[in-house]
């Protein structure tokens, strides 16, 4: 449990990270370049089947929504992780702020979140081998170097951009501590 709490920890720094660079970021990470509204959504997706769908260098309508969904669902993960407890042994570092009947109404998300999270993980996945078997758009090397192949150049994010990256991590890093930390006294 000790690893299932630090790998909580992590993914709340993680998450953390995304919501700042989400505002301040490099143009294709930041939300507004991706979120769009219900009838973006449904004229993209109307047109995945088509030879003349469009491109997009970083998230598409759908896409961008999938990040939202993947988002809240770990953000919901973690939260519920903090205050859960296993009526044994572990609780959560932030347990002795609720009731016990809180702490296992939490817990019991905390469980079920866990579906939906594999859920979205398949669909995210089967996306990813979708665009690159059938779109011929490989989607992992952009998620994983952070350039694309664009209209034959590749496209990387404007400005050096990687000391704002540090200083973003570190800034989460610090406020996951002093949260963890703070349910101690």
Do not use: C
Request: proline fraction near 4%.
């Amino acid at each position: 449990m000790q690893y299932h709490a630090l790998s909580g920890y992590a993914i709340l720094a993680l998450l953390l990270f995304r919501v700042m660079w989400g505002f301040i970021g490099g143009r294709p990470s930041r939300f507004v370049s991706f979120v769009r509204g219900p009838a973006a959504v449904r004229g993209y997706a109307a047109s995945l089947l088509r030879r003349d769908h469009p491109p997009y260098l970083g998230h598409n309508p759908l896409g961008g929504w999938s990040v939202i969904a993947m988002l809240l669902t770990l953000f919901l993960q973690v939260g519920t992780g903090l205050f859960a407890n296993d009526n044994i042994l572990t609780q959560g570092p932030l347990y002795d702020w609720v009731s016990n009947q809180t702490s296992n109404w939490l817990t019991r998300i905390h469980k079920f979140n866990q579906q939906i999270i594999v859920a979205l993980v398949i669909v995210h996945v089967s996306a990813i081998l979708f665009y690159l078997f059938f779109k011929g758009d490989n989607l992992l090397r952009p998620m994983i170097t952070g350039t694309k192949q664009w209209a034959g150049n590749f496209a990387e994010p404007v400005g050096d951009r990687i000391w704002v990256a540090v200083v973003v991590t570190a800034l989460a890093a610090i406020a996951v501590y002093l949260l963890v930390r703070s349910a101690s006294f």
